[in-house]
Each structure stands twice: as C-alpha cells, then as structure tokens.
C-alpha cells in the first residue's frame, strides 16, 4: 500500500447495534473499492475484521479490526467494531483513535440501544457522524420509518442524503437528494440516471427542503438566497455539507445493502468528501520536561509522536502495537522512547494492518494509523515520541469492568501457564482483569458482563490450551463480638524433660473500631505474667483473628486485655503463652456473641426514567437500601443505594434484562454491617460443609 499523506487519509469508526451489519458493510466496502474480488460472508466464517476463531465460532465481532482501504486517492482507514456490550472497551479503544464515526442501523430493526450508545460516544467524543441504513434490499426494511425513529430521537440535525426506490419488492435505485436526480444500479459502484419514481416524490421534496434549510444556516448570503428562493449549486451544497457535518450540526443519512453492495460506493465518496482529514482535528500533549502543553494537532512538520490505542496479541503472529501517528513521520529506522516505561523502542518494521494480515509500509504520516511489531516495553495507553521531545498523551478512559467470576485452574501444575495466558489477554482486552483474592484464597476474573468472561475462557482453552471453570466466588465476610466475655486458658504439657507452661486471664470486648483486627492492652500487676511473654501472648492473637472460630474469616473490632495469669519457672515458654493465647481467643470470642460482617457497596445504577421503579423493587430483594435519586439527563436517572456485595453478583445481567441494555451501574465497597441472623447461618453452613 502506498504512503498518504495527513489531507489524504480519513479514520473512521463504524458503530453499531450487534447485528446490524458492520461486518458485511467492511467486506462490501472492500470488494466495491476492489480490495478483494469476492465478498466474504460472516455464516461462511471467511470475513477479513472477523479473522479470530471465537468471532468464526460464534459469529459476531468480539475485538475491533482495522481494515484500510483506496477510494478515490484517500486512504480511508476503517475501525470495524463490535456491537455487543460486554466488548465496549474494544469499542472505546476504537472510538479514541477514530477522526469520525458511521452508525450502522438496521433497515428491519431499526434504532436500537447500541444506536444510541453509539451517538452518545460521538457526543463525548464530538466525533462528525453519519448514519448508514442497511438492509435495504429486504423487503420489510424501512428507510422513512428509520429516518422518522431518528428524527424524533435526535431532531432537525437528521439529514437523509438519498431516498430508496423499489421494484418488484427489490431495491433497484435512490434518488440523490443534493443531485434532487434518480439513479438506478447498474452494477458494482457502477448507476445511471434515471425517472424519479411519482410515489417517492413528497418525501424527496420534504428531504430536500430540510437540507436545504440546512445549508442556508451556514451563511447570512445563503439565508438571504434561500428566502429569495435561489436555487444552490451542487457544489455549494456540498461544501455547506461538509462543513456542517464537520461541526455536527448535520448528520447526513445514508442507505444501501451490504450483500448487494447497493449504495456502498456513495458511502465511501461521502466518508471522502464530508469527513474530516486528521490535520482538521485537535491532539495535544504534555511536553514531559517542561510540562508544556505540545500541540501535535497531526501536523508532519512536527517532533514525531504516537499513541498506542490497542494491542494485538497473537500466538502465531506475535504482539502488534496499534498506532496513531499524533506528529512527524514515522520510518521503520526510527528509535522513539517510550517515557512510561522509560524505555527506548526500535521500531524496526512499520504496517498497516488489514484484518490479521500486516502490509508492510515504508513511512507513516501524521494521522495515519499502523502497527509495530514486538515492541517489548509498549502496552495500550503508551505514547512514543522522541528523547529530545517527550510528550504524553492523555489515556483513553475505559469502562471500568464490574462483573466478576472465581476461576479454578482444572488441571494441577497449569497455574503459571494460565497467569502468562492472562496476561497476554489483559494486554489485548483493557477491560479483563485478573485478580488475586488472597484472604479468601481464590482467583478473580473481571469482565464487563457474563458473556465477556465465558469468552475469556473459551479462547485460554482455544488459543492457549489451558482449561479453567468459573465458579461463584467467596464473599470477603468478617466476624466480630456484641458482648464481653471473661476467660481462663492455661496450657499445660508435661513431657521428659521440660514441660510446656503458659496461663492467661483475658478479657475479650468489642473495640469499636472495625477497620482494625484487635487492640491488645495489658493490666497485669505483681508479675504475674512476665513482661517478656507479653509479645508472645500478642503474637498468639495476631495468629487467631486471621481465622475466626464462627466461620473462618478474619476478625475485627476486638479488644483484647491480658489481666492475670500464671507462670512456671522452668517450662514457661513464649511458644507455651501464644498457644494458651490462641485458645482464649478461641473461646472468648464464641463466649462474646459473635456475629459475621457482610460487606457493604455504594452502588450507583443509571437507568431510563421508565425503569426506575423495576431497578428499585429489584434492589429491595437484594436487601439494598435506596439512598436517593438524582436526574442526569437524556431521560435518565441515578439511583444511589447500599447493597451487600452477595446482592451485587450476577447484577449486570439483571439490569440489562430489565432496561432492554439501557442501563449501566458502578459499585465501590464502603464499609462493614452485621449481617442478618438468617444469612449467617447459611455461610456458617457453608464454610462447615466446605471443611
């Protein structure tokens, strides 16, 4: 592929509802532009973005893909995304790299809920947009209905850019709204004009009149035009267009058939002509030395810069480091330096990727995006710039992954090759985590929902041939006392030569203070107990309240005061003391109405105004206490509650049933309460069967 320059290139995102055809949309663009002789089908497991054997599997993008291709002398680099919610960091990464953004809408489905994810992450992003309608050649799909859905959702700035016509339930042609001309397909990419069809007329009268407007309200002469009813050159039309969109006061709808490749050629001629080229975006950074703001602005006269977005992780072709050129010119000779690592980089090979297949290239240009093979010390997130000039880029903001699982290693001795399989993972996926829960001796796998993590362990077993299973993980409780408790403990043990001798008096009562273990005090008077056995008889509780006698967990909020005792000249010894301690402890406690903590969680839902009573009745069940409701626009809601962590299991798949995937929520853990007397018994049950 030949080098572009920054005027030459668009980056573009396609986003979607899962199902809505982006895959097919990337193999038809590729075909028209003649990329490829043939079009690959996702039931057929042979598309260039869909090249993983999970994606092949289960038929639906899991990772982002990035697919470049030639129209009309641009380079026009497509981001392919997944469309289900638990990949939405696949997404993100995608999004923070993109110029400008198509939202794939099915012609039979209409707006769905990843739509209007879809917009929102334009909106945060303020990436320009288009809307592209597929599926036009299925005889139930509806182009009005679509737009009418839009419009009422999104308002004036909707802007259908050609209108559908019908034969014989087929689709054979458009008319051009900004042309007002009809044409008729005749091949690929290929149309010849036509008569306009006397149905479709009112509503390309209708949309023509809102483009129209539209274009006049970019310009005071063009208002003035418009109201004299002058008629705009195309020309003019265009460049009214291209401006609008730019700003996002205009989001053109366009329409076509991916398995036809009907329409294809007029989306790619509109990414070329309405999007924006990367020098026509912002990027800064901070210059690390002085702590200056550099503004990169994808200028090639520039220090050379780059932000890696996403990293591949193969096990047969190796790690590739996504780029996006933020400045300069990168050539494969370059050594740029990695300044979170600090770490200098030699680039070696540069590429662009088409699906998992690297295309070597000599150079890439500022807002140009590639990959690097093997860079040792590079993850997601790094910027590489120059020793001379160091400059960070900000990090991309991820969706904080909340849905977790307990993962069991099936086979012994495979533990270490399944943390270097997840590490590798948790390179390519910024939203799986792996965490080690020791207290409660367990391994965690964070996901973004159930979906995220049944994939995560089908591709261990595909990719890396280790085999795990999910389990429900432990909750984290605590035990502590309601009461006072007085105890007497001696250990006693006499055998040949010297005996063990060790007697406690302790009393046990509650500290007030349940973010500490123990308080350890002494009131012993006369000798008693000999000061030098005091750090034994401390070391003894030390030991005891990392398991507590009710259940197992650790004890908290326990004061613990050594007032008498006894000793033996000769068999007294600390070992002696710390064992008569840790039977006190064991039996102080049971005497001292010991209870079991569950801990608690701060939970934040957004939800639709619709659902708010279902969210609501649905955390009473999980013993969650409603804190308060707050309205953050957009039709939705905040519900604030307190919830134990056990209501927080299996939550995410819940809410998304019942706000139709509208719904999101965010959890961080606040305290300790004591737990009900029937959830007690239960997890005392349960630890006694486990032993």
Same mark, same amino acid.
């Given at each position: ?100 953004? %198509? ?93 306009? *069809?006397?149905? %479709?007329?009112?509503? $390309?009268?209708? #949309? ?67 999007? *924006? ?13 002085? &702590? ?16 890696? +977005? ?12 996504? %780029? ?47 990959? %690097? ?33 307990? #993962? ?5 001795? /495979? ?59 432990? $909750? ?9 408790? /007085?105890?007497?403990?001696? #250990? ?15 009393? +046990? ?7 500490? *273990? #123990? ?49 033996? *000249? ?31 969680? &701060? ?7 619709? &659902? ?21 626009? &957009? ?34 853990? $606040? ?21």
């Amino acid at each position: 592929m030949k080098v572009y320059r920054t005027d030459e290139i668009r980056n573009v995102v396609l986003l979607g509802h899962g199902g809505s055809g982006k895959t097919s949309l990337v193999e038809a663009m590729l075909y028209v532009s003649g990329a490829t002789n043939r079009m690959g089908k996702i039931t057929d497991h042979n598309t260039v973005s869909d090249f993983d054997k999970e994606e092949q599997k289960r038929e639906f993008s899991i990772s982002t893909s990035l697919i470049p291709l030639e129209w009309e002398k641009a380079k026009i680099n497509i981001l392919d995304t997944p469309g289900y919610f638990d990949f939405v960091g696949e997404v993100e990464e995608a999004v923070s790299a993109a110029d400008a953004a %198509i939202i794939v809408v099915s012609g039979k489905a209409g707006v769905q809920v990843g739509t209007e994810k879809a917009w929102e992450l334009c909106e945060k992003y303020h990436l320009p947009r288009m809307i592209y309608v597929t599926e036009m050649d299925v005889d139930d799909a509806s182009f009005r209905e679509v737009v009418e859905e839009l419009t009422a959702k999104y308002g004036k700035v909707i802007a259908p850019r050609a209108v559908p016509f019908r034969e014989n339930e087929k689709l054979v042609g458009y008319v051009n709204i900004i042309k007002n001309a009809a044409r008729r397909f005749t091949g690929i990419a290929e149309r010849e004009e036509c008569e306009m *069809p006397d149905y %479709i007329v009112p509503y $390309v009268e209708k #949309y023509r009149e809102k483009l129209l407007e539209a274009v006049a309200e970019t310009s005071e002469e063009f208002m003035e035009r418009y109201f004299n009813g002058e008629e705009f050159s195309t020309e003019e039309v265009r460049a009214a267009l291209r401006s609008n969109v730019m700003d996002g006061s205009i989001v053109p709808v366009g329409m076509g058939s991916n398995l036809e490749a009907q329409g294809v050629a007029n989306l790619l001629s509109d990414i070329v002509r309405f999007f *924006p080229s990367p020098d026509k975006r912002e990027c800064a950074g901070i210059k690390r030395t002085t &702590n200056e703001i550099f503004e990169a602005n994808y200028d090639f006269a520039k220090s050379k810069s780059a932000y890696v +977005f996403k990293t591949m992780v193969d096990p047969f072709i190796g790690k590739y480091s996504f %780029i996006k050129v933020c400045s300069g010119v990168l050539k494969g000779e370059d050594t740029l330096y990695n300044a979170s690592a600090d770490a200098d980089e030699k680039l070696g090979k540069l590429y662009v990727m088409s699906g998992n297949k690297p295309i070597e290239v000599s150079e890439l240009h500022a807002g140009d995006i590639g990959a %690097i093979a093997k860079l040792a010390s590079t993850k997601t997130g790094d910027t590489l710039s120059t020793k001379s000039t160091q400059i960070m880029y900000g990090k991309t903001e991820y969706s904080v992954p909340y849905t977790y699982m307990k #993962y069991v290693v099936k086979t012994k001795g /495979d533990e270490d090759k399944v943390s270097q399989a997840l590490a590798k993972m948790m390179a390519e996926d910024v939203t799986l985590k792996a965490v080690n829960d020791s207290e409660n001796r367990q391994s965690l796998l964070y996901g973004m929902g159930d979906q995220h993590l049944e994939i995560a362990v089908s591709k261990l077993a595909s990719r890396y041939k280790v085999d795990v299973t999910l389990e429900t993980p432990k $909750v984290a409780f605590r035990e502590t006392i309601r009461k006072k408790s /007085d105890v007497d403990s001696k #250990y006693k043990k006499q055998s040949g030569g010297h005996g063990q001798y060790g007697h406690v008096k302790m009393r +046990f009562e509650p500290s007030g203070d349940l973010e500490t *273990p #123990y308080v350890f005090e002494e009131e012993v008077v006369g000798g008693a107990v000999p000061k030098n056995y005091f750090p034994a008889v401390e070391k003894g509780l030390q030991e005891s309240v990392v398991k507590g006698p009710l259940a197992g967990y650790p004890v908290v909020g326990v004061k613990a005061v050594l007032y008498d005792g006894s000793y033996h *000249p000769v068999d007294s010894s600390e070992m002696a003391f710390k064992t008569a301690t840790i039977q006190a402890f064991k039996k102080g406690i049971l005497e001292a109405s010991p209870v079991l903590l569950e801990p608690i969680a &701060n939970l934040k839902v957004t939800v639709p105004d619709e &659902n708010t009573g279902d969210v609501m009745g649905d955390l009473n069940k999980r013993r969650g206490r409603v804190m308060g409701m707050n309205p953050v626009g &957009n039709g939705k809601q905040v519900i604030e509650a307190e919830i134990p962590m056990t209501g927080v299991f299996g939550y995410c798949t819940v809410l998304r049933s019942m706000t139709a995937g509208r719904g999101s929520y965010e959890y961080e853990f $606040v305290r300790y309460e004591q737990a009900p007397s029937d959830v007690q018994e239960k997890e005392i049950a349960n630890r006694q069967a486990e032993e």
